[in-house]
T-cell receptor, first 113, second 115 residues
Framework: LAKTTQPISMDSYEGQEVNITCSHN???????ITWYQQFPSQGPRFIIQ???TKVTNEVASLFIPADRKSSTLSLPRVSLSDTAVYYC??????????????FGSGTQLTVLP | EPEVTQTPSHQVTQMGQEVILRCVPI?????FYWYRQILGQKVEFLVS????????KSEIFDDQFSVERPDGSNFTLKIRSTKLEDSAMYFC?????????????FGSGTQLSVL
């Protein structure tokens, strides 16, 4: 299972763009990169997923360089409600037997007024 | 948006007692998971389940743990004889569509307190 490394914490101010980078040096060819958000006492919530280059949805963008050894989650114009822990996961997407996803320690993002 | 439902939201039990945590995954999902999170720590994988059998389990998921899908809607986690260190938030999750790990939907969790 590919191990991920993220900053433990980040602070930002409302309205700013936040970029959280995750390292996954031993990512396998068939692994996808997925980011989840977790608020206290709640289950993680899917944010975005990608395999290579750039993916954008209504919430965030995900940038993945050609070597795929890292990825960056970009949150545009954060608000106080974006204060949460953000997890980067690397894992296989496939049909057939379910495979585990391993959560790392995550990044505590604190958005300040 | 459809939800994964977990009951109860809180469970308090005495050490050595059996507990059953219940989950109703989203109806058309095929892959099911249990994760747990000890207070202040990261989310840990316990077990994955597909096609009515366990696909993968972690070292945490020892003989005291079992999972079952007793009917077409429920997915349960049983801890046979609880220990103090089993105190944690337990999350059930299921996946969207036919590809595992594509997008996990997590429930709100059951907070288990073992006294």
């Amino acid at each position: 299972l590919a191990k991920t490394t993220q900053p433990i914490s980040m602070d930002s101010y409302e309205g700013q763009e936040v970029n959280i980078t995750c390292s996954h040096n031993n990512i396998a060819t068939n692994d996808y990169i997925t980011w989840y958000q977790q608020f206290p006492s709640q289950g993680p919530r899917f944010i975005i997923q990608g395999y290579k280059t750039k993916v954008t949805n209504e919430v965030a963008s995900l940038f993945i360089p050609a070597d795929r050894k890292s990825s960056t989650l970009s949150l545009p114009r954060v608000s106080l409600s974006d204060t949460a822990v953000y997890y980067c996961l690397v894992g296989l997407i496939s049909s057939g037997s379910a495979r585990q996803l391993t959560f790392g320690s995550g990044t505590q993002l604190t958005v300040l007024p | 948006e459809p939800e994964v439902t977990q009951t109860p939201s809180h469970q308090v039990t005495q050490m050595g007692q059996e507990v059953i945590l219940r989950c109703v995954p989203i109806s058309n999902h095929l892959y099911f998971y249990w994760y747990r999170q000890i207070l202040g720590q990261k989310v840990e994988f316990l077990v994955s389940f597909y096609n009515n059998e366990i696909s993968e389990k972690s070292e945490i998921f020892d003989d005291q743990f079992s999972v079952e899908r007793p009917d077409g809607s429920n997915f349960t986690l049983k801890i046979r004889s609880t220990k103090l260190e089993d105190s944690a938030m337990y999350f059930c999750a299921s996946t969207d569509g036919g590809r595992v790990n594509e997008k996990l939907f997590f429930g709100s969790g059951t907070q288990l307190s073992v006294l």
